[in-house]
């Protein structure tokens, strides 16, 4: 498409406008976890290490660090198997109501947090399971599921069909025709998934608030919890900063994974 000289500056300032709007308040927590004062002041008098020591040595960030490592990770985990096996279900089988288990699964990513909260929370206190570790892997799941689920379900779409129509011609059945060919074309498509679902998983809160346990605390919620405090503001910013940092890596690879080109797939060009 021709775009004329005026309309290809209008884009890029654009472009320039909303990475502006994105990144300034993130570039600006990073520099003030660098101040030397406890105060909220720009630009900083000084710049010190002491709010990142102190955030290392502080138990409660660190604690909470590692409990939101812990269910992120565990989440994936349940995501990757269930989200993959439901894309291979959907994909490659023709069963009664498949659009519509289609649609259940991707549903709970589009379903406002708090509504997804509110109702988990009502269906564990149902279900008599006591709110804890184990309802806040499973509910933190259920969002990540979607993310495996259509990031393996495009590559899947994406696969030559007669590829394993020849793997079964040369005797393949249908485990060994997934072992052999469709897992490694799709290998790169579940590795983005699942890094996309760590990275949403790793700073989820509203659906975290309902459904963990009494001193459960992950590092999103540590971070509503004490940013306003004067005396933790330093810290939060830190927090904050790490927070922002393990979600953007995770999301970097899975773009990066995403756009590697695999054989075997069909040219939509």
């Not at 990475?19 to 993130?26: D, E, K, N, Q, T």
């Not at 406890?38 to 630009?43: N, Q």
């Not at 660190?62 to 490592?69: H, Q």
């Not at 309802?135 to 379900?153: D, G």
């Amino acid at each position: 498409m021709l775009v004329s000289r005026n309309g290809r500056i209008g884009l890029r300032v654009a472009t320039a406008l909303v990475l502006a709007f994105l990144y300034i308040p993130l570039l600006v927590i990073l520099v003030l976890s660098f101040s030397s004062s406890r105060a909220f002041i720009w630009p900083p008098p000084g710049y010190s290490l002491q709010w990142w020591t102190r955030a290392i040595h502080e138990p409660g960030p660190r604690d909470a660090l590692i409990t939101s490592l812990k269910v992120a990770l565990a989440a994936t985990l349940i995501a990757l198997v269930l989200g993959s096996l439901a894309s291979l279900a959907v994909q490659r089988f023709r069963f009664f109501g498949r659009d519509t288990v289609s649609l259940l699964l991707v549903l709970p990513i589009a379903l406002p947090g708090i509504v997804t909260g509110v109702a988990l929370n009502a269906g564990f206190q149902e279900a008599g399971i006591p709110l804890g570790f184990l309802t806040l892997i499973i509910a933190h799941a259920t969002f990540c599921i979607v993310v495996v689920f259509n990031n393996v379900i495009a590559r899947l779409r994406r696969l030559a069909p007669n590829v394993d129509e020849a793997s079964a011609d040369l005797g393949a059945d249908l485990f060994q025709t997934f072992r052999y060919v469709t897992f490694p074309l799709a290998r790169s498509a579940v590795l983005a998934g699942a890094l996309l679902a760590f990275a949403l998983s790793f700073d989820e809160i509203v659906v975290t608030t309902f459904t963990a346990g009494p001193g459960i605390q992950t590092l999103p919620q540590w971070i509503f919890n004490n940013m306003f405090r004067p005396n933790q503001l330093p810290t939060v910013n830190v927090v904050a900063v790490v927070v922002v940092t393990l979600s953007i890596i995770p999301v970097y690879v899975s773009q990066r994974l995403s756009s590697d080109p695999v054989t075997g797939v069909i040219d939509d060009s």
